[in-house]
Nanobody
Framework: QLVESGGGLVQFGGSLRLSCIAS????????VAWFRQAPGKEREGVSC????????YYIDSVNGRFTISRDNEKKTVYLEMSSLTPEDTAVYYC????????????????????WGQGTQVTVSS
């Protein structure tokens, strides 16, 4: 399973670091993505990091503000978020899919094998 943490309430322009820890399986061969879902909106992919060479992808709205990284020894993937705005308010989920079963550049198109329970991020204006 995956367990997210690090969410909370932050002011406009603030920063947060989300963590996603894998439990019960080796994270090394998995691509890991962060998704978010705001109230009344569909879930959207935010960022993804590859298993083999740590290639990263971001959606346009967070590019330059968010940074995804991973520490396989700690079985953890991070999402550093800065310059947060109220539009970033959502429940953030991490998800993992084995790298051998997907093309990383199409990361938003796949169903993922593991999901976390989500962590709430609220940005006040």
């Amino acid at each position: 399973q995956l367990v997210e943490s690090g969410g909370g309430l932050v002011q406009f322009g603030g920063s947060l670091r989300l963590s996603c820890i894998a439990s019960g399986f080796n994270l090394d061969p998995f691509n890991v993505a962060w998704f978010r879902q705001a109230p009344g909106k569909e879930r959207e992919g935010v960022s993804c990091i590859g298993a083999s060479d740590n290639t990263t992808y971001y959606i346009d709205s967070v590019n330059g503000r968010f940074t995804i990284s991973r520490d396989n020894e700690k079985k953890t993937v991070y999402l550093e978020m800065s310059s947060l705005t109220p539009e970033d308010t959502a429940v953030y989920y991490c998800a993992a899919r084995h790298a051998g079963t997907m093309t990383l550049m199409r990361w938003t198109k796949y169903e993922y094998d593991y999901w976390g329970q989500g962590t709430q991020v609220t940005v006040s204006s």
